[in-house]
């Protein structure tokens, strides 16, 4: 795997990630993780994290981490999920064959 390219997938990835969220496109993947874990997780987990119980949605985005890149030369398509092993939900960023990202979903 190319690590340069790699690196800038990842950065195009939450590039996307961040696009999405509050559009048409990121109501079935980032919006409905986002709310979903606010409502599941513990407020204790927030305050640890962000400083408070209650973070609004761009708080919780920042949060993200990649926790994998798999397909084709482990670069087609990007995980990222919350920090600390609190769920096995993730946001998946797809590329194409061009290197762009195409599609964005929540995968369990």
């Known amino acids: 795997m190319d690590n340069a390219e790699f690196e800038r997938r990842k950065m195009v990835a939450f590039a996307a990630i961040r696009r999405a969220h509050g559009t048409e496109?990121?109501?079935d993947s980032i919006d409905l993780f986002v709310a979903h874990h606010l409502e599941e997780l513990p407020q204790g987990y927030w305050q640890e994290r962000l400083a408070t119980a209650t973070p609004d949605?761009?708080?919780v985005i920042?949060?993200?981490a990649c926790r994998s890149s798999w397909g084709k030369d482990d670069l087609e398509n990007f995980d990222f999920t919350l920090p600390g092993?609190?769920?096995d939900y993730v946001v998946s960023v797809h590329f194409d064959e061009r290197g762009e990202s195409d599609g964005i979903s929540m995968e369990s």
């Open 62 to 64: 920042g949060l993200l």
């Open 25 to 27: 496109d990121g109501e």
């Open 57 to 59: 949605s761009a708080a």
């Open 85 to 87: 092993d609190v769920t």
